[in-house]
């Protein structure tokens, strides 16, 4: 348990081979593949190999990731030659080497454009992106692929942890904190991990008779608040696994948040429309408040003082906060995704005054909104990107630090397997950047403090914290 990469990680990619190479629902005929995208895989895979050599790695594990990447190769082999007879342009494999490039951005744009190969000596050379540049050995029938701002780019994985059998369902690193975090999956439990400077597990909870549905942390990391489709919300004492407060209720909790304030009240959403306000002194439920459908999704501006609520209808619900009453004042509802439910709702207040703040909002009709925040609590629709997410609960997360350098990012996870990174500010071709190394549909993004760190789930149970590229020392 103590290990960052468990022995568990073997099945995850053996998992993750069957996806890619067999018909998705099962049998032995492989799936149809263009060569280019095969080669891609293949690409990705020996990246992942490489990036993980400096981490901890049991003998299984590797084992297995070279037996994956030696698999997608041979199928990309073989896909090439099979797409060469049909007269098909595509871009035949190049294994990136990491050697003097260690520091090259962990992208698929990059990987892609990193294809170039030394045939005369034998060896494989990997060129990095460079501005206005793009690889030699492109074909001339495809345009040349932007460079990746490296505001975005990664240069690989930190860790990788394996602790639960079933799907995590959510992952918070701690507020103003870069290396303490913790994941909840459907098994229900809880585990607190550290990041730095070694990876380690700190404690594991058996929090929930049931499967885990969201978690947060008290303002100052000093407790933990999970809700849990067991009918429960608890709150933990992260340093010693203790249980502080447990209360109630007559179906499942689907959301769960502190007042960014005063950590002794915090917020719960229920599978009956309910959003209520408890005391956590007490335990009693200060108020509640029916919505039009189950309560998916809390956030609250910095100031404490407008509280949003997304439900299972896909409407966003504006709330006053009273903290000298703690009550509720219904102001305004949008409608964001009719008869589509909201999975994620996060706010930010940018540091420029001139900047409007901005609600950002996941909904399962495959897309992302983003809203400017009126006075009042009302909702003004931005822009909209798409993402996959029909059925899952997946999330986003703004990154404010890597907008101050260049332009506005956000990140998402997606049940296409990826990890999103957007620019809200770019018109054309907003997604400057995709993230691939899970098994399953990412479910939740968070990053560490300095946002060196992103933390990654999937509902294989796997839990991936990426490395960004640093440009400046004082990052």
């Known amino acids: 348990m103590g290990e960052s990469i468990s022995a568990r990680e073997s099945a995850v990619y053996l998992a993750w081979r069957e996806r890619l190479l067999q018909v998705p629902g099962g049998g032995s005929k492989p799936r149809t593949r263009s060569a280019a995208y095969t080669a891609h895989r293949a690409q990705l895979l ?41 007269n098909e342009q595509v871009d035949s494999p190049a ?3 990491r050697g003097a490039s260690d520091t090259a951005p962990y992208t698929s744009q990059s990987l892609l454009s990193s294809s170039s190969s030394s045939t005369s000596t034998g060896s494989s050379t990997a060129t990095t992106p460079s501005s206005g540049s793009s690889s030699s050995s492109s074909s001339p029938s495809k345009p040349a ?35 303490l975090l913790a994941f909840a999956a459907m098994d229900g439990d809880l585990s607190v991990c550290y990041v730095l400077p070694e990876p380690r597990v700190h404690k594991r909870i058996k929090a929930h008779s049931e499967g885990v549905s969201d978690i947060a942390w008290s303002m100052t990391n000093d407790m933990l608040l999970t809700a849990s489709f067991d009918m429960s919300a608890k709150v933990w004492n992260p340093d010693t696994g203790a249980c502080v407060r447990t209360v109630t209720g007559d179906c499942a909790f689907l959301s769960c948040l502190f007042h960014p304030l005063n950590s002794n009240t915090f917020f719960l959403g229920n599978d009956k429309s309910k959003l209520k306000v408890y005391n ?9 408040f029916g919505l039009y459908g189950a309560v998916t999704a809390i956030a609250m501006d910095s100031q404490g003082t407008t509280l949003f609520a997304g439900d299972s209808k896909g409407y966003v619900h504006s709330f006053e906060f009273d903290q000298r009453t703690n009550k509720l004042l ?8 009719k008869g589509k439910a909201i999975t994620s709702l996060q706010y930010k207040a940018w540091f420029s005054s001139n900047q409007m703040p901005e609600l950002l909002a996941n909904c399962q009709d ?13 909702l003004r629709q931005r822009r909209v990107f798409p993402i996959k997410n029909a059925t899952q609960v ?75 590229v640093k440009r400046f020392e004082n990052e």
């Open 46 to 86: 020996l990246q992942l190999r490489s990036s993980l050599a400096s981490t901890r790695v049991p003998t299984s594990s590797r084992a297995a990731i070279d037996d994956l990447t030696s698999s997608i190769t041979n199928s990309s082999s073989s896909s090439s030659s099979s797409s060469s007879s049909n």
């Open 95 to 97: 294994t990136p080497a």
């Open 145 to 179: 692929k932007k460079k990746v701002n490296d505001a975005y780019a990664f240069t690989g994985m930190h860790t990788i942890w394996c602790e639960h059998i079933e799907p995590v369902t959510s992952v918070r690193f701690a507020n103003h904190d870069n290396s």
């Open 280 to 288: 956590l002194s007490t335990g009693q439920c200060f108020c509640e």
């Open 330 to 337: 219904k102001q305004t509802y949008t409608t964001v995704s």
């Open 366 to 378: 495959n897309s992302i909104k983003l809203f400017n925040v009126l006075k009042g609590g009302a």
């Open 394 to 468: 997946i999330r986003s997360c703004f990154c404010p630090l890597i907008s101050q350098l260049d332009g506005a990012c956000i990140v998402s996870g997606s049940e296409d397997m990826n990890i999103k990174i957007y620019d809200e500010v770019r018109e054309d071709s907003p997604c400057v950047n995709e993230l691939m190394g899970h098994s399953g549909s990412v479910l939740d993004v968070s990053w560490n403090y300095d946002e060196s760190l992103l933390a990654s789930c999937d509902d294989t149970g796997a839990v991936i914290v990426w490395k960004r």
